[in-house]
Nanobody, 121 residues
Framework: QVQLVESGGGLVQPGGSLRLSCAAS????????MGWYRQAPGKQRELVAT???????DYLDSVKGRFTISRDNAKNTVYLQMDSLKPEDTAVYYC???????????????WGQGTQVTVSS
């Protein structure tokens, strides 16, 4: 099992900043990618940003230049620094991890419980 615990959501005014954190724990898995997805009311969940264990990053076009993903491999923790926030960034943000089961070599996917980010004046 891999547990993902998120923190850092909240209410912020447009133009403000928030930093999300997601700590992974568990044994028997090798986490090769971590990332953030979000889901706004009435919309599908979308990928916001990902980062591999090697440091390769990918971003949703609408957040490029405003959001920064980073990762502490030693702590199995991923961060999402969100700057210049806009009302359209309002959503529940979910941490995601891709991991290989060391016993079976199968790839697995794990999700956090989600944290609300609200951008409003």
């Amino acid at each position: 099992q891999v547990q993902l615990v998120e923190s850092g959501g909240g209410l912020v005014q447009p133009g403000g900043s928030l930093r999300l954190s997601c700590a992974a724990s568990g044994s028997g898995f090798n986490i090769y990618v971590m990332g953030w997805y979000r889901q706004a009311p009435g919309k599908q969940r979308e990928l916001v940003a990902t980062i591999t264990s090697g440091g390769d990053m990918d971003y949703l076009d609408s957040v490029k230049g405003r959001f920064t993903i980073s990762r502490d491999n030693a702590k199995n923790t991923v961060y999402l620094q969100m700057d210049s926030l806009k009302p359209e960034d309002t959503a529940v943000y979910y941490c995601n991890a891709g991991a290989v089961d060391l016993k079976t070599s199968r790839r697995t996917t794990w999700w956090g419980q989600g944290t609300q980010v609200t951008v409003s004046s």
